[in-house]
């Protein structure tokens, strides 16, 4: 490439990075959600207490939360400070993948892997997510890119740098381990030897992690909180809606290009990748996906969620990049990733807010209801499954992180406690607490996360046998606060 080309790139890289900190950097400031709020939990008190958590309750090693730790003990524990790390994971990963797309392409066609990579929904979400998923995909892309130097013809200390990266995946989120998968396509070019030397590394620098992968596998159905996918749920995640535009754009300028093309003797357009590019990342693109489908229909545990599928976007970027830098015409290749950033902004802004559980002002609001009215009672649902099992709900210790949303930003006195989802044992401690209130206090302040909706008629009709009625419902994204009250209390000052 050109350096006039090449500083067309950068500067369309500058300006992606632009928008897109003006798209993500709205959602650093807004309330935790509900995993973040565990995370707040995990890493707020001493290094000991982090520690137990994260290997108690997390299902996910303590490498994210030692890190995550440190960093909010200097910076604190506000909504930006938690999530700046992954914000930095995300920039570090932009670098790791420029190199190894330049490996297999030029510099044009790994600056344009860098801007479809912030482009991905997933990256744009982790980035400002107190979660580890943006360190994984930060060790994944090390991994991929000590393989790709080591298998040709690198040193011996990329092997190490291999093992290191790949157990390091590992240890930061489990799930990201499906982006290793594909590296087996690697294996002629290794050789049995540094193959099998390799793998013992991994698994050795992974095997403490052996006891606490056993428990989560044995749990691993109360983990569950996602719907069956279909087939086009699959289809969706593995060429996603910024990919498929894209690819749409490339084929009409292939095809708007062609007359250029035929005038000067050259074709529009040429496949730019190689196997060795093109077959490892097509694998890595749509590995995840279908590993985690194919989990949901034999074992039954559903866990077909976007987050859990993020080791694919490196695939999807460097696969998209190749497509366009087939596009043997420089403004071809211009106007379609012009058209591409234009869609992706566009998708960003008809979605859903990325954090779409509003904790903090759900908790305000219900808050300010009890200001208004002293003595109201206050009933908290916890947001996670786990608290469907009385044996968790009753224990002091489990319910620290059940409740750890509401304990976040609003920790009321001598809250009634209730499950995710109604139950027996639900209705019997809600009609103890609000059966000697009937005629005195005569108010209830209800705050639920997003999957305890159906609560509201469960409400109505348990309360309603009391006497109670619903006076007023916020729903502060897909957080819910409601207020029952008796009649004769229902007027609103």
Not at 32 to 56: F, H, M, P, Q, S
Not at 375 to 385: D, I, K, M, P, R
Not at 399 to 409: D, H, S, V
Request: net charge positive.
């Amino acid at each position: 490439m050109t350096e006039t080309g090449s500083h067309r790139w950068k500067v369309w890289l500058g300006l992606t990075a632009v928008l897109w900190i003006s798209a993500v950097w709205p959602e650093i400031t807004y309330s935790l959600w509900t995993d973040e709020a565990g995370t707040w939990w995990i890493v707020k008190d001493a290094w000991r207490e982090c520690v137990e958590r994260a290997n108690w309750w997390s299902s996910i090693s303590p490498f994210y939360f030692g890190i995550l730790w440190a960093w909010t003990h200097v910076f604190g524990l506000s909504e930006v400070a938690m999530r700046v790390p992954s914000l930095l994971f995300s920039a570090v990963s932009g670098v790791l993948l420029f190199r190894l797309a330049r490996r297999w392409m030029d510099d044009e066609g790994a600056w344009i892997s860098v801007v479809v990579f912030f482009l991905l929904p997933q990256v744009s979400v982790s980035a400002v997510d107190a979660r580890p998923y943006a360190l994984g995909v930060m060790t994944l892309l090390g991994a991929w890119l000590a393989l790709v130097r080591w298998a040709s013809g690198g040193r011996w200390t990329d092997g190490v740098w291999l093992a290191v990266c790949a157990s390091a995946t590992v240890w930061a989120h489990y799930m990201l381990a499906l982006g290793l998968i594909p590296m087996v396509w690697y294996r002629r070019r290794l050789g049995w030897l540094r193959s099998a030397a390799s793998l013992a590394a991994i698994l050795l620098m992974a095997s403490p992690l052996v006891p606490q992968l056993a428990d989560t596998a044995g749990r691993r159905r109360a983990l569950t909180f996602s719907g069956p996918p279909s087939v086009p749920d699959l289809l969706l995640a593995i060429v996603p809606p910024v990919v498929l535009m894209m690819m749409l754009f490339t084929v009409a300028a292939a095809v708007a290009s062609r007359p250029v093309g035929r005038q000067d003797g050259e074709v529009s357009y040429r496949p730019f990748a190689v196997r060795e590019s093109l077959t490892p990342m097509v694998l890595l693109a749509a590995t995840p996906a279908v590993a985690l489908f194919l989990f949901g229909m034999l074992d039954g545990t559903r866990m077909f969620v976007s987050r859990y599928m993020i080791a694919s976007v490196a695939g999807l970027a460097v696969t998209g990049a190749c497509a366009v830098r087939g596009l043997r015409h420089a403004r071809a290749r211009t106007a379609t990733m012009c058209l591409t950033v234009a869609g992706a902004l566009a998708l960003n802004y008809v979605r859903p807010p990325k954090h779409w559980t509003d904790w903090r002002a759900a908790a305000d609001w219900a808050r300010a209801e009890t200001d208004r009215h002293p003595g109201t009672e206050v009933a908290l649902v916890s947001a996670f499954v786990e608290s469907l099992h009385p044996e968790k709900l009753a224990d002091p210790r489990q319910r620290q992180i059940l409740f750890a949303p509401q304990e976040r930003y609003w920790a009321p006195e001598r809250p009634l406690l209730l499950p995710m989802l109604p139950s027996p044992e639900a209705e019997k401690t809600l009609l103890e607490r609000m059966k000697p209130t009937v005629g005195q206090t005569g108010r209830l302040v209800v705050l639920a996360g997003p999957l305890s909706g159906g609560y509201r008629q469960w409400l109505d009709e348990k309360l309603g046998a009391l006497g109670f009625g619903l006076e007023r419902e916020q729903v502060m994204r897909t957080v819910y606060v409601w207020t029952f009250t008796q009649p004769e209390r229902r007027r609103i000052p």
